[in-house]
């Protein structure tokens, strides 16, 4: 079946798969999930009000992205932390990251810009607020709008697999040491995405990674 534009009507299966890959790889990117604690898919199912077998198939997708990992028994869980997995981790995103926002910058408008400034505005208030899920919302939006701008099919598709693996660990660290003291260098990059600036854009990115995820992130594997 199609639509009057000639282009294929999504099957109800499709659109209730892509709309629980929405949901989990936002509960992900969010810190909904939890290092650790395992969840069912049966209990997803229930939670997200559709049949088993989408969870299954999601699940099964972001577990090859080594976002999840299956247990013997069927449980499904984020994995565990470690320093020598947060330190490749670490390290993948300051090679890739830095790299895909000088390839955007050449696409970035005054309409991507005025975008940019309005969400780390919004970051700012919650940060004061001490709303960790709304930050990391944000600070994802934040990257993404600049990253997407490449229209890279090799580079970003890396990046949000490495998100997707690193940002439920970072939300136990914003629940432990808080939000307001939190630092970025968002508008180092704004502004030299406003200069057209690629070394500036490469510096500000490469900082707000180590000074964001490596301080803190570090600090917290190691007290532990």
Known sequence: MEKRDGSPVPSKRGATRE???????????????????????????????VSPMPVREVLQRLAAENAL?????GRVQVPDMTPDRFDEL???????????????????????????ISIDDEIDRHLIGGDAEAYMRLNHAFHFR???????????????SLWLQFAPFMRTVYGRVGTANLEDRHKEAIRAIEQKNGPALRSAVTADISDGMGLLGKEILTDA
């Open 69 to 73: 990992e299956v247990k013997p028994n």
């Open 19 to 49: 709309q629980v890959d929405h949901s989990v790889r936002n509960g992900l990117l969010t810190g909904r999930f939890i290092p650790g604690k395992a969840v069912t898919i049966r209990g997803l199912a229930t939670e997200l009000d």
């Open 146 to 160: 600049i990253y997407r701008a490449s229209l890279s099919k090799v580079l970003l598709p890396l990046i949000d």
């Open 90 to 116: 670490l390290k993948a995103r300051l090679l890739l990251e830095p790299e895909l926002a000088e390839l955007a910058l050449p696409h970035l408008r005054t309409l991507d810009v005025k975008a940019l």
